[in-house]
């Protein structure tokens, strides 16, 4: 059956971080835009994160991704004014800037040597500070002893990502782009005059444009039309504390306070692929670590946990690919969708629309694995 809705032009696979993004950025560049998006029982990475505007940590070694990080850390404040403009949804931006805590020498080791490896492959373009015990208490007074020091970047902020998830929807639909929820894309079929027939449990639908944001699903549907979409699911785990008063001005890389007083612990990372809620072991180990990082934490309770896999390809990195068979389709994975949101809204959308990546996007082709792959073997 032909679904008889919407005449789109282009359909964006998924609603999550990304895929609502990409289609705000294109319905404001004239395309009639569908975005069919599978669900509440899909695992959805945007319903679960930590909502950090991070760069400090991106890119040792990989300066590309450092800079589309800054790039998009750069943009956020605009953004955020348009976004709160279109929806009236207030986003609570803080952007002044952010710590990694050190419990030990060795961390405070590492932290230096990662930050030293980004500031050369930047030229020394890397802003940041290394910051011993009282440098750091005097940003962050209610650190415990245990903290040896910290790596603080003005690059970096937070914020609070179900309103940036809310807003991108409202902006979406108020600029004529068609949700619809509960619409699995099961197979995508190129046709011989170019389009694209999706087949969803509701019926098929016709498109001259796909994107693929679809997040761990990407990896199936990415081969349908001649992409690659290599992703590695990672688990992270999170704790929410009832809300205390104000006591942290900065987001931690583990730990932030929310704009309504709740603090936010957790930067786990596992491979185990359940869809077990949480392990509280890993809760343990990460309140352990909250307490010895602010130890007024002690007294407060955990009201909530939970997890959620994040989208990762096997070196971190974003992969934004055009179908070279099938032209008109696009694929979009990656980690960190809150922070690159800008950029999924603006220059990812440039190059959908044009059919043209621009060079700082180059980096980000799948087919760095396998070219790499090649020429190991
Ligand atoms: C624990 C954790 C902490 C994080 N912290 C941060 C952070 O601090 N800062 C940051 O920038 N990022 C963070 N992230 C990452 C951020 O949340 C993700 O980058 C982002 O959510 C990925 O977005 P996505 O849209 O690709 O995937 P998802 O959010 O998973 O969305 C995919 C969407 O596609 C839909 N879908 C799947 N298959 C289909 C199909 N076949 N047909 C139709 N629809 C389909 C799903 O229903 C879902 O809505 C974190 C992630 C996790 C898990």
């Not at 990896?219 to 008063?245: E, K, N, S, Y």
Request: net charge neutral; charged share 15%; with cysteine.
């Amino acid at each position: 059956m032909r679904h008889p809705g919407t005449a789109a032009d282009t359909i964006v696979i998924g609603g999550g971080m990304v895929g609502a993004s990409i289609a705000l950025g294109l319905v404001l560049r004239g395309h009639r835009v569908t975005v069919l998006d599978e669900g509440d029982r899909a695992l959805r990475a945007a319903r679960a994160n930590f909502a950090l505007l991070w760069v400090q940590s991106k890119g040792a070694g990989a300066p590309a991704y450092f800079n589309w990080s800054r790039m998009a850390a750069a943009a956020w404040p605009d953004f955020a004014r348009q976004l709160e403009a279109m929806t009236g949804i207030v986003l609570h931006l803080s952007q002044r800037g952010g710590l990694t805590l050190a419990l030990s020498g060795a961390e405070m080791d590492h932290l230096a040597t990662r930050s030293a490896r980004i500031a050369c492959d930047q030229g020394s373009d890397f802003p940041h500070e290394m910051l011993d015990h009282s440098q750091t208490r005097a940003l962050l007074p209610a650190i415990g002893p245990d903290v040896v020091g910290a790596l603080f970047s003005p690059l970096d902020g937070h914020l609070n990502a179900l309103a940036l998830f809310h807003a991108l929807h409202r902006a979406f639909g108020r600029s004529g782009g068609h949700y619809v929820p509960a619409s699995p894309v099961r197979t995508i079929t190129p046709t011989k005059t170019g389009t694209f027939i999706l087949d969803t449990p509701h019926g098929y639908r016709e498109c001259e444009r796909v994107v693929l944001a679809a997040g761990l699903d990407n990896t199936r549907l990415a081969p349908m039309v001649g992409l690659h979409a290599p992703i590695t699911p990672q688990r992270g785990q999170i704790m929410v504390t009832q809300r205390l008063p104000p006591f942290l001005d900065y987001p931690t890389n583990a730990l932030r306070q929310t704009d309504n007083g709740s603090v936010l612990i957790g930067n786990s990372q596992d491979t185990v692929m359940t869809r077990q809620p949480v392990d509280l072991e890993i809760d343990a180990v990460m309140a352990d670590r909250a307490i010895r990082s602010f130890p007024c934490l002690q007294a407060a309770s955990v009201v909530r946990s939970w997890s959620c896999f994040r989208v990762k390809s096997p070196d971190g990195m974003p992969v934004y690919d055009h179908s070279t068979l099938w032209p008109g389709a696009f694929v979009a994975s990656c980690h960190s969708g809150v922070t690159l949101a800008p950029n999924h809204t603006g220059l990812v959308c440039d190059a959908i629309h044009t059919g043209i990546i621009p060079p700082i996007m180059q980096a980000f082709s799948a087919s760095r694995f396998t070219l790499t792959a090649a020429s190991r073997s």
